[in-house]
Every structure is written in structure tokens, then in C-alpha cells.
């Protein structure tokens, strides 16, 4: 079909729909524009030639934030099936001009103070406003929505497949494609507005005053005939009407300003995707972009992909699967009188056909294909932040591309590339770019090595534009940021992370002042929970320090400092705990033992061998911080025979020594005796099993499987307990053993049940254990008191014993 009016070209679309960009490059095919206007921001048309640029691959988006403030930014998205974008490449194809016409993101930004931080721009379907155009009692509709339920159907997604995607065009041999489709969607956007008005977008009015301003430029310009313009189809109606010169101006007066900048960033599926909260974002941006690009049997093609997708994933899918998937989507589609077989009836198929009925694989179909992780590239031509070139530069040289799809990143910390690369990652980090996070390292342990969970999201281009504020390279921005938090730290436990973050980041520059700051906080911190919880993060500080070759002898004299303050504070704090203030502090001694050994095993590695004082041959004075792991035994020491300290946590220091060989297991038997005497409150001594042999200490059950006098005590002291106060520990008693793993509580269980072996099951007059006899177990079972449960086993079952 010709065009023969001589308005502008009007061409409503759907943004992010294939049918639309499909029928706008048809439509400018037909009717060549002499220029061609997008719904866009104005400051975006010195960055439309870089269309033309094949280093310009969708999905990108236009970025726009405000100079002084980027986290206050805004995004325009655009796929390779988006509308704007067939117009921008028909224009750069074609060397004609491209005008953006939309409110400036000058008046946006500024109009969305204290509103929020960064979002996309678009909202509805087809285009019904910004996600910042309503207020709270606004009631906002979703055009297409309004359709799909005018012509009956529950699903928009499904109505706007049947009367677009799969109609019009090369498909139909439709003579008044594509002109047609574009009047009668006009048509019905203008009964919508004149049904529903702004549609609860009041700011629209202000948006479309100033399209209006645009066009009427372009047609004084060029001519009416010689302009196409591309924008929403809500906005259609109100750019045909004609409207007062003096009005639109009016309605632009007095807006708020500011200077923002713009450049050109990747963009992914995924947040094309509504699920990820963009307002003018579709359920399926893979499914679109499949049918956009497929020359011809989409079906046929979107199935291959997917049995090549679960082929992948070792499942067994053959070409007769998608012959017979293929078969079944067509029949469905027929079924529900549908003109072609939509992503409904494919993935019914494949669920039927490809995964056996199951959801799972097809879960991730929907994620890897109909969602999909494609990541757009930006040419190094775009404008950019010098800190984001400088970002782009490492990416490169240490060849770490960032990619939309979540990878796990093993590093070797012996090489050079991976050392660099641990550091990138920790200065954005610290930059606040989590572009890697850290993950746990399968199969090892050691500190050589590093894993990282990389993820490149959209949004990681606003906090590289916010970081920006610190610095034009990442390692001089990492360092200006460090040394700042290190002067804005109040806590001790905010400058210990500091520290642990500046290590491996090797940010040399910082590192004096952040120690300084973390040896005044740390005389001038008291309380000795923040020293406990402050020591174990600075000795992980200096495993680092080891394994990439750091000097961190004044970070070992600090935590050396803090240990010692720790072991002074310690005993009294164990007194008076409350229950959950008891677990606090078991926790507590877990993580600064740990520390403590490895603090002391870096100052023995550090430490010369002892020399006579110079001229007097007496031994020189002693070595600061030595006996440091001996005084820390003395401080368990003391808080296992205080009474005063609560029974979990007397168990759990003797737990430590005697893993650590501090007390053979005739002390700890003799201990654990004590701690379970007639005299001790059962509550508090089944505290006592918990710390000593409870689920968070490791080995704990396998201690009893192979000392059966522990074992032995324990049961002894689990007999003594009286019927009235055994329904008090019995809670804490189940948490404690539920913990051992299946094989343990089966072999402790079997112990128990072969009864007192000979000499080691007589009990004296008040039930204790008899002098002189070593508690144990026997070889077998006892069926003496098997035989015992008989009679309620048979009750039970409902047979006379």
C-alpha cells in the first residue's frame, strides 16, 4: 500500500515488539523520510550516528544521569527488535537525519528529584508514560491490556501475538501492510484517550507538548510529507491533534533543569524482561528477538534451539522429538484458533514432547531462551567516563569480558594475570561495582586460591558513573574511597573490614592511613565482644598478606595488640550470660581460637631465631607477643573451672583444649565428671554436653563413638536425671545430637544399646558410677534389658504380652 497523505508519517508502535519494528522498516521502505524522529531524549542526537557503527550490537540503552549526582539517572532501552532501533540503523543505512524528541533528560532528571534512583523511562506496553509519572492515587492503564480484554482474551501477550506478531505483512500477503496496521492501531489508541484521558500519566501532557515543538520544527524544516516519526501509539493521537503554538510552550515553561550527561551502555535481555520490574518490559525478550530474526518457520527454529539447548544439558532429545513437538504446538494452536503456533503452544510442547512432563527442564528453557542472557557491546568510539575507559582497559589486558550470564571465576593467586585480576575485583568492590562476588572454593582450602561469581548487569555502568566521583582510574578511585571510609569509621568492626578489603585489593597508597586509623579505634575500643569479633577478620586480613607478598607487619602488631586485650576481657565476660548471650560468646571463642593459631603461626614464620644481647652474652629480652598461643590455652584454662561462666561455654573451652592437646582425655574425663555431678542443675549441665560435643563443634559425636568413657558419663548423667526436670533439658539435649550426622547417632545409639561391659557397668548405692572401674561398653547387645520394651512394643501393636 502507497502512502498518499501529506501529514507526517506517524508510525505508533509497541516498544520492544518485533511486529512493530518489522511493519516501521517496511513503512520507511515505502515512504523514505527525509528525517526521521524517535521517541527519545534530545541530548541523545549527537549519539545516534554510532547506529552506524557495527561495535554497536542491541540490547544497549541510552544512559542519561545527572552530572553532579549520577546515582539520579535514567535508561532508554533498545533490542535488535525494538522499533526506535530499525529506525535508527533504516537512518544510518540511508543517511538520513535523526532527531530525538522526547521531554530532555535535562527536565526528566531534574522533575524526578527525591523520587528515587536510577530506572528505565518507558512504561506501558504502548507506551503509556515513565515510571515516574504517576502519583500514588493515580489509576494507570496498560493500552494493550485494554484491548486484549475488549476483544476477550485474559492474556495481552496472547492478543498482541494474534493480531501482530503472526498477522499483517509477508505472512498474510496483506495489500495494506504496513500503513493499515498502523492506522487501525491509531485508531484504537484514540478511543482509548478520549475513554481514559492521560491514562493516569498526567505527566504525558508535558512530554507530548514538547514532541509537538520537535515536529512542527521538523516540518518547517523538511515539509510535512518528508518527516517520520517513531514513538509510542499512545502518543499518536495527541501528536495529530494541532495544538496552539503558545500552549505547548506554556506547558514547558518554568521546568526544573540540570546538567546531566549521556553515552551509550550494554544492555541485557534479562532486563528487558518485565520480571525485572522494567515498566515497558515483555515476558519473553528471546521469544521476540527469535521471531524477529527468523526468516522464516519460526516454530520450526525455536524447537531446533531448544533441543540444542537440552542436548547441552545431557538430556536425550532427538530430531524425532522436534519433528513430534513441532506436530503438537501446530495442532494446539489450531485448536485454540490461533493463526500460528505462539511461545503458549511451543512450550506446552516442549514440556510434553522434550521434558517428559517435567517443569524443571523447562524452567530452563524459559530461562537461557525466552528470557535469555544476551549482552550488548558498546564500540570504544562512545562517550565515556574516564573512569569507565580506564575499567574497559583492565577488562581487556587481563581478558575479562564481562558477560550477562552468571560464571564462576577460579583464580590462582601463585600467578601473575589472576593476582590482577583478584585485585580489579576487590577495588570495584570496594567502589561499590559488584561486577564478582565472592563464592566458596570447591575443593580447596587453601589461601592460593580464589573463586568469583561473575554477573555484568546494566545497572553496574551507574555505579562505575557514581564511583567516578573518586577518581579517573579504578586504582586511584579505590584509593581515594578507601583512605575516606577509613576517616569516616566510627566502629572498630567498619575499619577491620575496611582493612580486609584493602589487602587484597593491594591498594598500597591507603593502607597507612586505614592501619592508623584501625590502631586508634582499636586502644580506644572497650568492649570486648567488637575486639573478639574485630580479631578474626585482621588474621584473615594477613593470609592474604602472605600469599600475594604484602607487608603487613604493622597490621600483625595491631591484631597481635588486639588478641592480647582480648584474652584480659575475656574471662570476666563470660560470667553472668543469658542463654542467647552464651551462644554469642561460644561463637566468639571458635572464631578467635582459630585466629589465635594463625596469629601465632605468623609471628613464629616472622620471628628470628633468639640471639645473645650484643657485648654481654645474656640472652637478648624476650620476643614480643611469644608464648601468644600458650597464654591464650591459660585464658580457656580459666573460663572452663569458672563456675560463674555459663555451662555452654565452660564445655566448649574444654572442647578446645582437648583438641588442641592441652588435656589428655583423662582431664577431660575428669572435668566432664564434674560438670555432671549429682550437685549440677541438669539445665546447666546439659549446656555443658552442648558446648562440649554439640552439633557446632566439629567431631563432636565421633569423640563419643571412640571414647567410650565420655560416652559412658554422659549416659550416667542422662540416667540421674529426675522425671521432673529431664522435660527441660530433653529440647537442648535433641538440638545437640539431631546435629551428628545419620552414621554417628546410629553408632552411638548401638553402643547404648549393648549395656555396661564387665567391670564397667556397676553402679554404687546412689547410681554413680563405681570407684575404681572404668565406664565402657559391652561387645554386644544386652537382651536382659532389650527384653525390658517387649511388653510396650507388644502393647503397642495391640497383641497381649
Not at 478520549?194 to 504525558?204: C, K, L, S, T, V
Not at 502518543?235 to 546531566?260: E, F, I
Not at 517435567?358 to 528470557?371: E, G, K, T
Amino acid at each position: 500500500m502507497s502512502r498518499a497523505q501529506a501529514a507526517p508519517l506517524l508510525l505508533g508502535v509497541r516498544h520492544h515488539g518485533p511486529g512493530s519494528a518489522r511493519a516501521v522498516r517496511a513503512a520507511l521502505d515505502a515512504a523514505p523520510p527525509a528525517v526521521v524522529l524517535i521517541e527519545g531524549p534530545p541530548e541523545a542526537d549527537a549519539l545516534a550516528p554510532l547506529a552506524a557503527d557495527p561495535g554497536l550490537r542491541p540490547p544497549v540503552a541510552l544512559l542519561a544521569h545527572v552530572v553532579d549526582e549520577p546515582a539520579r539517572s535514567a535508561f532508554w532501552p533498545f533490542a535488535a527488535f525494538s522499533p526506535e532501533w530499525t529506525a535508527l540503523r533504516w537512518a544510518a543505512d540511508h543517511e538520513v537525519p535523526v532527531r530525538f524528541i522526547d521531554l530532555p533528560a535535562a527536565n526528566s532528571l531534574a522533575m524526578r528529584e527525591g523520587e528515587g534512583e536510577e530506572g528505565e523511562v518507558r512504561e506501558d506496553a504502548a507506551d503509556g508514560g515513565t515510571d515516574e509519572d504517576a502519583g500514588p492515587a493515580a489509576v494507570r492503564i496498560d493500552p494493550v491490556a485494554v484491548l486484549a480484554e475488549t476483544a476477550g482474551y485474559d492474556d495481552p501477550e496472547r492478543w498482541w501475538e494474534d493480531v501482530v506478531e503472526h498477522r499483517g505483512g509477508p505472512f498474510d500477503g496483506d495489500e495494506a501492510y504496513p500503513f493499515g496496521a498502523f492506522a487501525a492501531l491509531a485508531e484504537a489508541m484514540t478511543a482509548l484517550r478520549e475513554r481514559y484521558a492521560d491514562g493516569g500519566h498526567p505527566r504525558d501532557a508535558v512530554r507530548e507538548a514538547h514532541m509537538r515543538l520537535c515536529l512542527r520544527a521538523a516540518e518547517k524544516e523538511y515539509g510535512p510529507q518528508a518527516v517520520a516519526v517513531v514513538c509510542g501509539a499512545w502518543h499518536v493521537p495527541a501528536l495529530a491533534t494541532r495544538v496552539p503554538l503558545a500552549t505547548d510552550r506554556a506547558a514547558l515553561r518554568g521546568l526544573p533543569k540540570a546538567k546531566t550527561a549521556l553515552t551509550w551502555v550494554p544492555w541485557t535481555h534479562r532486563r528487558l524482561a518485565r520480571a525485572s520490574g522494567y515498566g515497558a518490559g515483555i515476558e519473553s525478550p528471546g521469544w521476540y528477538g527469535h521471531l524477529f530474526a527468523a526468516p522464516d518457520r519460526p516454530v520450526e527454529r525455536w524447537l531446533t534451539k531448544v533441543a540444542g539447548l537440552l542436548r547441552e544439558e545431557d538430556k536425550h532429545v532427538s530430531s524425532a522429538h522436534v519433528i513430534e513437538a513441532v506436530r503438537l504446538a501446530e495442532t494446539l494452536a489450531v485448536m485454540r484458533g490461533r493463526p500460528l503456533a505462539g511461545l503458549g503452544e511451543t512450550m506446552d510442547a516442549v514440556r510434553s514432547v522434550m521434558c517428559e512432563g517435567s517443569d524443571v527442564p523447562l524452567a530452563l528453557v524459559h530461562d537461557r531462551l525466552v528470557v535469555g542472557d544476551v549482552l550488548g557491546e558498546v564500540p570504544d568510539s562512545a562517550p565515556a567516563m574516564p573512569l569507565q575507559r580506564d575499567l574497559t582497559r583492565l577488562q581487556r589486558g587481563l581478558r575479562l569480558k564481562p558477560e550477562a550470564l552468571e560464571r564462576t571465576l577460579e583464580l590462582d593467586l601463585r600467578k601473575d594475570n589472576d593476582v590482577a585480576r583478584s585485585a580489579l575485583l576487590h577495588r570495584l568492590r570496594l567502589l561499590g561495582v559488584d561486577w564478582g562476588v565472592p563464592a566458596a572454593s570447591h575443593g580447596s582450602t587453601g589461601t592460593f586460591r580464589e573463586t568469583w561469581t561473575l554477573r555484568w548487569d546494566p545497572e553496574l555502568a551507574v555505579r562505575v558513573a557514581e564511583a567516578g566521583i573518586w577518581g579517573t582510574t579504578v586504582l586511584g578511585a579505590a584509593e581515594a574511597r578507601a583512605s575516606a571510609r577509613a576517616a569516616e569509621a566510627k566502629r572498630l568492626g567498619e575499619i577491620t573490614a575496611l582493612v580486609e578489603a584493602c589487602l587484597p585489593a593491594a591498594l598500597s597508597e591507603s593502607l597507612p592511613h586505614v592501619m592508623r586509623a584501625l590502631a586508634d579505634l582499636a586502644a580506644l575500643d572497650t568492649d570486648v565482644a567488637r575486639l573478639a569479633e574485630a580479631l578474626p577478620a585482621l588474621v584473615r586480613t594477613l593470609r592474604y598478606g602472605d600469599v600475594r607478598g604484602t607487608d603487613t607487619g604493622a597490621l600483625t602488631e595491631v591484631a597481635a595488640g588486639l588478641a592480647e586485650r582480648v584474652f584480659v576481657g575475656l574471662p570476666p565476660a563470660c560470667a553472668g550470660l543469658d542463654e542467647e548471650g552464651a551462644k554469642a560468646v561460644r561463637k566468639q571463642l571458635d572464631a578467635v581460637h582459630g585466629a589465635v593459631g594463625l596469629l601465632a603461626d605468623s609471628l613464629e614464620a616472622g620471628q628470628p631465631a633468639a640471639k645473645d644481647a650484643p657485648g654481654t652474652g645474656a640472652p637478648a629480652g624476650p620476643v614480643p607477643h611469644a608464648g601468644l598461643r600458650q597464654r591464650w590455652y591459660g585464658v580457656l584454662r580459666r573460663i572452663a573451672g569458672r563456675d560463674s561462666a555459663a555451662g555452654v561455654v565452660r564445655g566448649r573451652c574444654a572442647r578446645l583444649l582437648l583438641d588442641v592437646g592441652e588435656w589428655e582425655r583423662e582431664e577431660a574425663a575428669r572435668v566432664m565428671g564434674l560438670a555432671l555431678s549429682p550437685g549440677t542443675a541438669p539445665a546447666e549441665a546439659a549446656a555443658w554436653i552442648d558446648g562440649f560435643v554439640g552439633g557446632g563443634a566439629p567431631g563432636g559425636g565421633l569423640l563419643l563413638v571412640h571414647d567410650e568413657r565420655l560416652l559412658a558419663l554422659v549416659d550416667e548423667w542422662l540416667v540421674r536425671v529426675p522425671s521432673s526436670a529431664f522435660t527441660d533439658v530433653l529440647p537442648l539435649l535433641r538440638r545437640t545430637f539431631s546435629a551428628y550426622e545419620p552414621a554417628v547417632r546410629r553408632s552411638l545409639g548401638e553402643l547404648v544399646g549393648r549395656g555396661r561391659g564387665p567391670g564397667g557397668g556397676a553402679r554404687d548405692g546412689g547410681g554413680s558410677v563405681a570407684s575404681g572401674t572404668v565406664p565402657g561398653f559391652g561387645t554386644g547387645l544386652d537382651e536382659a534389658r532389650a527384653a525390658a520394651v517387649v511388653p510396650v512394643v507388644l502393647r503397642l501393636l495391640g497383641r497381649a504380652a
